[in-house]
């Protein structure tokens, strides 16, 4: 079936490092979307990239249609950023979400 | 700026009983959706409806029903709850149209409940 694996599941990084974390999909796509999680939180919409490069501030999403993968880079991390960050593709001409199940990240002072 | 919203924000049910979540969006989009999250997963689709009156099963739909009466309201049903039924509930909703961002989906805040 159609699946969305994410890596790492978790990741421990230190202040003012970078992080990288990745996307991959078994299907072509209509849209690929990054929301970020606090323990207990709702859902907030990070990007909405289907393609290409996208870039808000310290964070950056690409996606490579043809590779099949979706990638979030957050530039010089801090101890606010900590929290899961969830990719969830669309499959072409589904109407409908597919998401990983999320990479943990902390942030240590 | 998209509005979801959901009703009630946390519920404790029992075993056996009845329990209907609703959804409520201001963005006249034409898809909506329910999905499940527990803890330290991902979310995954229990139904979704493209138009008022029409429901589809997504990927879990076993124990739950849905209902869209209208293009703005969307309920999620459990006929007899159960524990496995704990979790958290999101609703989502988006634009059936094309445009630059037509996929992109719109959450509410979510739903805790608790089956005891």
């Known amino acids: 079936g159609q699946q969305v694996q994410q890596s790492p599941t978790s990741l421990v990084l230190q202040e003012g490092e970078n992080a990288e974390l990745q996307c991959n999909f078994s299907?072509?796509?209509?849209?690929m979307q990054w929301f970020y999680q606090r323990p207990g939180g709702s859902l907030i919409s990070v990007f909405y990239?289907?393609?290409g490069t996208k870039q808000s501030g310290r964070l950056t999403s690409t996606t490579v249609i043809k590779e099949r993968r979706s990638s979030l880079h957050i530039s010089s991390s801090q101890i606010t950023d900590s929290g899961t960050y969830l990719c969830?593709?669309?499959?072409?001409?589904?109407?409908?979400?597919?998401f990983g199940q999320g990479t943990k990240l902390s942030i240590k002072p | 700026e998209a509005a979801v919203t959901q009703s009630p924000r946390s519920k404790v049910a029992v075993t056996g009983g009845k329990v209907t979540l609703s959804c409520h969006q201001t963005?006249?989009?034409?898809?909506m959706y329910w999905y499940r999250q527990d803890t330290g997963h991902g979310l995954r689709l229990i139904h979704y409806s493209y138009v008022a009156d029409s429901t589809e099963k997504g990927d879990i739909p076993d124990g739950y029903k849905a209902s869209r009466p209208s293009q703005e309201n969307f309920s999620l049903i459990l006929e007899l709850a159960s524990l496995s039924q704990t979790a958290v509930y999101f609703c989502?909703?988006?634009?059936?149209?094309?445009?630059?961002?037509?996929?992109?989906?719109?959450f509410g805040p979510g739903t805790r409940l608790t089956v005891l």
């Open positions: 990239n289907p393609s």
């Open positions: 969830a593709m669309e499959p072409y001409n589904q109407g409908k979400l597919i």
């Open positions: 299907t072509s796509l209509n849209s």
């Open positions: 963005n006249n989009h034409d898809y």
């Open positions: 989502a909703s988006r634009t059936g149209l094309g445009g630059r961002n037509y996929a992109e989906q719109f």
